[in-house]
């Protein structure tokens, strides 16, 4: 039975922080982190993201312009850039280190201690990718909102509300920090060492060999 769990846990860990790191690229690029409604024109929406800002018209579709400097950014963009960043490279190291550290994946004679330790660095580097993918998520979403009840800003200006891309961030970084959670429990679960059949006949068949010298030493 812990065999059991501890196989789904360890498909399911590396399947969520894959989901995870999958929706945090997209989230990285989708200019979709802010929208604004325009009251006057209604057949114009505007978009922001962290690479360019679109405009979407009925008639022309969606047309977007890339930022011109990096420099010029609020800082919220620039670290939002660096943090989504290395949370994909995170990620991508979090996915490849506890894909090794499968039980279902073997590689020569690896130990099962080496799998143990393998999985435990995969759902720590799966919690830092899902970290360093809320903090922007969180921050952007945070200054929109100081924005939006600005009271210095009159009435009649437009505001920035939360995008999709927002969102899909938030699921992302929580399905990150679920899977390392979960490549955890199952290299928590595997610290009691569980033979598999073909390792407890091996076992026994050493345990009857050693039986069987004492007992021809004795006799001898």
């Known amino acids: 039975m812990a065999l059991v769990f501890r196989t789904v846990a360890q498909l399911a860990g590396v399947s969520l922080s894959l989901l995870g790191w999958v929706l945090s690229c997209l989230t990285n690029y989708l200019p ?11 057949m114009e929406n505007w978009t922001m993201g962290l690479w360019q800002t679109c ?5 022309v579709g969606m047309q977007c312009k890339d930022f011109d400097s990096f420099l010029a950014l609020p800082a919220e963009l620039r670290v939002s850039r660096i943090l989504m960043f290395l949370s994909h ?16 994946l073997r590689i020569g004679g690896s130990p099962r201690d080496l799998k143990r330790r393998l999985l435990i660095l995969g759902g720590i ?4 990718s899902g970290i360093t993918a809320l903090v922007p998520v969180s921050w952007v979403a945070h200054k929109t909102v100081q924005e939006f009840w600005d009271e210095n800003v009159p009435d009649f200006v437009p505001r920035w509300e939360f995008g999709e891309a927002l969102f899909l961030g938030w699921f ?47 006799k001898n």
Request: overall charge negative; charged content about 10%.
């Open 125 to 128: 580097l799966s919690w830092a």
């Open 32 to 42: 979709h982190w802010k929208n604004l409604n325009l009251d006057l024109n209604e």
């Open 89 to 104: 490279g995170l990620g991508f190291l979090g996915l490849l280190v506890s894909g090794f550290g499968l039980d279902c």
């Open 55 to 59: 405009v979407i018209q009925e008639e």
């Open 172 to 218: 992302a970084g929580l399905s990150l920090l679920l899977g390392g959670c979960l490549l955890n429990g199952a290299a928590c679960s595997s610290h009691a060492p569980l033979a598999s059949g073909r390792y407890a006949v091996a076992q026994t068949q050493d345990h009857h060999q050693q039986l069987e010298t004492r007992n021809t030493n004795l």
